[in-house]
């Protein structure tokens, strides 16, 4: 069993898999039926991917693993998502400038992991990064529109980015499974795409008449496994059914 190979997976996937638990939040609470129903849909796709990275763990891990087990059964410091994912949805500006931030960073990470070592990693980059085309597309025109709007919607856009921003850098780290995989030839440097994601989002923000945050510090461990106080209720609601009734299946 590759540890680090494992533990590379559960830094890509978990991300997909916090994001999608928050996006699932918002079902029924969109600002219109249309947008509701896309975040809805982010969300379902968001899972989709999850299952094929959980899918190919439990695979590699053999006995009694399942992607439930692997989706549901994990401590909290187990989990190996970024920060910025796990942020509450604070208002529709939160969540929008939340998907934005991640949403730049995840399809640059596909566009590399294609040319991955590992077949199975390439081949769910290839099958998702159409879905993650369209999600960059979805979150970006909404902060032009958010940012370019009324006085408000302007207002707490730009509220949400600077309070946001703090968490972007943490996109980039590399823990000791990442540079291992990288060396191998299976996972992507990270830190060759922040330069372009930083100007990709700074150009989008100018479009949508925003101010690029300036910040010198950020927060970061989540991808050690150190989260937020947001985390535990997460995990709370995403683990209940699991935790109540072992060994379910639908």
């Known amino acids: 069993m590759n540890k680090n190979l494992i533990q590379y997976i559960y830094g890509i996937a978990d991300n997909a898999l916090i994001l999608g638990q928050r996006l699932g939040e918002l079902c029924g609470h969109g600002p219109s039926l249309e947008t509701d129903i896309a975040l809805t849909n982010i969300s379902l796709d968001l899972f989709g991917q999850v299952r094929s990275y959980y899918q190919y763990i439990a695979k590699l891990q053999g006995g009694d693993a399942t992607e439930d087990t692997v989706a549901f059964l994990r401590l909290e410091r187990e989990y190996k998502n970024v920060l910025l994912v796990e942020q509450p949805n604070t208002d529709f500006a939160y969540s929008l400038t939340k998907q934005f931030l991640f949403d730049v960073f995840h399809l640059a990470l596909l566009e590399e992991l294609q040319n991955s070592k590992d077949e199975m990693l390439a081949a769910i980059a290839k099958k998702s990064i159409k879905e993650v085309l369209y999600h960059t597309r979805f979150s970006s025109d909404w902060i032009k529109r958010l940012g370019d709007g009324t006085e408000e919607s302007h207002n707490r856009i730009q509220i949400a980015m600077n309070d946001l921003w703090i968490f972007t850098d943490e996109l980039f780290h590399q823990t000791d499974a990442d540079i291992a995989m990288v060396a191998e030839g ?14 990709k989002v700074s150009e989008i923000l100018e479009e949508a008449t925003l101010q690029t945050p300036s910040i010198e510090y950020f927060q970061k461990g989540g991808k050690q496994g150190i989260h937020s106080e947001h985390m535990g209720f997460i995990l709370t609601e995403l683990q209940f059914m699991q935790r109540t009734y072992p060994n379910m299946t639908w």
Do not use: A, E, R, W
Not at 189 to 197: A, E, F, G, M, R
């Open 186 to 199: 299976i996972g992507v440097d990270t830190s060759l795409l922040k330069v372009n994601y930083y100007k």
